[in-house]
């Protein structure tokens, strides 16, 4: 079946670091690909998207690309944060279709100054 | 145009209770959604339905739990006879047709 692997947390990075993480997936044909995040307490909000090989989502400065050779949405941004601070979900979803989100298990991010 | 709703926010049941968790979808979305996060968890999917319908229901445990998204009103998703192990947070999500799903603020529920 369909899953999605994601680094382990938590990442613990100073302000203004480099942020990368990773997310992997398997799945038959062309999956949607999204991040998700979650803030403490709350719900998940979409962080990101994309629905097809080599497009680059991108949103208040973090991005990924979907690169189908490797099977891989790495998350990553320039200069994090303490706003930053969340844990992020990778997940895919079946193109074409309202069918169900496959989530990896989230990774836990914490940003200090 | 208000987000998805669930109510309550923080349920507490002892073992053997019902818990009932409900979602009101955001306007216009016909497709809705249950997936639960147990503690240090990933969420995983439950089921999912539309109007009258239930869609795809692989998630869900064979026994005690059901759901439904009546015509009228919002969805609910019931567990009876609840135990320790039910303690998780339950969102909901809906979307209109092949689009993405928004989530809702999630349900906590502890069962005592």
């Known amino acids: 079946g369909d899953s999605v692997t994601q680094m382990e947390g938590p990442v613990t990075l100073s302000e203004e670091a480099f942020l990368t993480i990773n997310c992997t997936y398997t799945?038959?044909?062309?999956?949607?690909l999204f991040w998700y995040v979650q803030y403490p307490g709350e719900g998940l909000q979409l962080l990101l998207k994309?629905?097809?090989?080599?497009d680059k989502g991108s949103n208040k400065g973090f991005e990924a690309t979907y690169r189908k050779e490797t099977t891989s949405f790495h998350l990553e941004k320039g200069s994090v944060q303490v706003s930053d601070s969340a844990v992020y979900f990778c997940a895919l979803r079946k193109t074409g279709t309202a069918s169900k989100l496959t989530f990896g298990t989230g990774t836990r991010l914490q940003v200090t100054l | 145009n208000a987000g998805v709703m669930q109510n309550p926010r923080h349920l507490v049941r002892r073992r053997g209770q019902e818990a009932r968790l409900r979602c009101s979808p955001m306007k216009g979305h016909s497709h809705v959604y249950w997936y639960r996060q147990l503690p240090e968890e990933g969420l995983k999917f439950m089921v999912y339905?539309?109007?009258?319908?239930?869609?795809?229901e692989s998630g869900m445990p064979k026994e005690r739990f059901s759901a439904e998204f009546p015509k009228e009103g919002p969805s609910i998703l019931r567990i009876q006879q609840v135990v320790r192990g039910d303690s998780a947070a339950y969102f909901c999500?809906?979307?209109?047709?092949?689009?993405?799903?928004?989530f809702g603020p999630g349900t906590r529920l502890t069962v005592l």
């Open positions: 799945a038959t044909g062309y999956p949607s």
């Open positions: 339905l539309q109007k009258e319908n239930i869609i795809d």
């Open positions: 999500a809906s979307s209109p047709p092949t689009d993405e799903q928004f």
């Open positions: 994309a629905t097809k090989a080599d």
